[in-house]
């Protein structure tokens, strides 16, 4: 990839590279994506491409890279917000949530990279792992968790929790219509809060994500 751009009009060309190439990696695969298919929905020249990005493979894993900082961002500003860990677990997961409805590549993008660009993906698991760690050893040490919770295997089985919910009842839902059992949605009665799935299932899963942080703790 070359360097950043200088101008103001270069940021937002090579933006808008990303976020088309994000939607063409997402609907047609890595394998039939193409810069020709990329810079054609961008309405711009294949020599513009080359001025932001060396290769497909390159844009590829920067729009893993824009994806991650997004998500992290979008929780992070969300968690934040709360005193309580347990409050902050709420918020962090609904932002989550409602980032994955509203940017379903997330998943699919993901999914794609364990093949193309594994070490990517690893950056990308690793980082929100790494934040969520510290936040959980910060809630340790303040007495909100319970002492036995080990911070780093309870965040990436918390991850795990939420990415396939999400992946259940938020990406599936989207694609099918309507998570299976259960009816698509009305005017009358959304099947999604603002979490972006179910709100019973939105309330479960914390129940779950609760009850692991706050066994044994102090009360």
Same mark, same amino acid.
């Given at each position: 990839?070359?360097?950043?751009?200088?101008?103001?009009?270069?940021?937002?060309?090579?933006?808008?590279?990303?976020?088309?190439?994000t939607?063409?990696?997402?609907?047609? &695969?890595?394998?039939?994506?193409?810069?020709?298919?990329?810079?054609?929905?961008?309405?711009?020249?294949?020599?513009?491409?080359?001025?932001?990005f060396?290769?497909?493979?390159?844009?590829?894993?920067?729009?893993?890279?824009?994806?991650?900082?997004?998500?992290?961002?979008?929780?992070?500003?969300?968690?934040?917000?709360?005193?309580?860990?347990?409050?902050?677990?709420?918020?962090?997961?609904?932002?989550?949530?409602?980032?994955?409805?509203?940017?379903?590549?997330?998943?699919?993008?993901?999914?794609?990279?364990?093949?193309?660009?594994?070490?990517?993906?690893?950056?990308?698991?690793?980082?929100?792992?790494?934040?969520?760690v510290?936040?959980l050893?910060?809630?340790?040490?303040?007495?909100?968790l319970a002492a036995?919770?080990?911070p780093?295997?309870?965040?990436?089985?918390?991850?795990?929790i939420g990415?396939?919910? &999400?992946?259940?009842?938020?990406?599936?839902?989207?694609?099918?219509?309507?998570?299976p059992?259960?009816?698509?949605?009305?005017?009358?009665?959304?099947?999604?809060?603002?979490?972006?799935?179910?709100p019973?299932?939105f309330?479960?899963?914390?129940r779950?994500?609760?009850?692991?942080?706050?066994?044994?703790a102090?009360r």
């Amino acid at each position: 990839m070359s360097a950043p751009p200088r101008t103001e009009r270069g940021t937002r060309t090579r933006a808008r590279l990303l976020a088309v190439a994000t939607d063409v990696f997402a609907e047609r &695969g890595y394998h039939d994506a193409s810069i020709v298919k990329i810079t054609e929905a961008a309405e711009v020249g294949q020599g513009t491409f080359y001025l932001y990005f060396d290769s497909k493979q390159a844009i590829f894993e920067e729009v893993v890279r824009d994806l991650n900082t997004r998500v992290r961002r979008a929780m992070f500003e969300a968690s934040s917000r709360q005193a309580a860990r347990l409050d902050a677990e709420r918020a962090g997961f609904r932002a989550f949530f409602r980032f994955t409805a509203e940017n379903p590549a997330l998943y699919r993008i993901m999914r794609q990279a364990e093949f193309v660009a594994p070490d990517v993906l690893h950056m990308h698991y690793e980082t929100i792992a790494r934040g969520y760690v510290a936040g959980l050893t910060a809630a340790r040490e303040r007495g909100e968790l319970a002492a036995e919770v080990d911070p780093e295997v309870t965040a990436w089985a918390l991850m795990g929790i939420g990415e396939l919910v &999400g992946m259940r009842w938020v990406l599936w839902s989207r694609d099918d219509g309507a998570a299976p059992g259960r009816p698509a949605a009305s005017a009358s009665a959304p099947a999604a809060s603002d979490a972006g799935l179910p709100p019973d299932v939105f309330e479960a899963t914390m129940r779950l994500v609760e009850r692991t942080l706050s066994q044994g703790a102090p009360r």
